[in-house]
């Protein structure tokens, strides 16, 4: 069992900056990437950003590449997302979520297959 706890939520206005913060506790040395995802109401969560946990290796989703950085402390057990030129479309609940298989991690934006989910923070973005 990994266990994830997000936190650095908050409300910013456009073009402003916030870093998220996902701490994981538990099975964290069978952790193999972890991800951010973010849901707006009657939307599918989006993938954000992944990480792999041993190699650091980084991927983006396309609405987000240039503006956010995805990266983790040196124990790996702490994952952030900082976010800059932040926009009204990237108002949403965050999610931090881990994979425990390699192959997983390779379609790391499908949210399915993910079996370890924090429980979120909000994001509010105004114009």
């Known amino acids: 069992q990994v266990q994830l706890v997000e936190s650095g939520g908050g409300s910013v206005q456009a073009g402003g900056s916030l870093r998220l913060s996902c701490a994981a506790s538990?099975?964290?040395?069978?952790?193999?990437?972890m991800g951010w995802f973010r849901q707006t109401a009657g939307k599918e969560r989006e993938g954000v950003a992944t990480i792999y946990v041993p190699g650091g290796a980084t991927y983006y989703g396309d609405s987000v590449k240039g503006r956010f950085t995805i990266s983790r402390d040196n124990a790996g057990n702490t994952v952030y997302l900082q976010m800059n030129s932040l926009k009204p479309e990237d108002t949403a609940m965050y999610y931090c979520?881990?994979?425990?298989?390699?192959?997983?991690?390779?379609?790391?934006?499908?949210?399915?297959?993910?079996?370890?989910w924090g429980q979120g923070t909000q994001v509010t973005v105004s114009s």
């Open positions: 538990g099975y964290t040395s069978g952790m193999r990437c």
């Open positions: 979520a881990v994979h425990t298989e390699w192959q997983l991690c390779v379609n790391w934006e499908n949210e399915k297959r993910y079996k370890y």
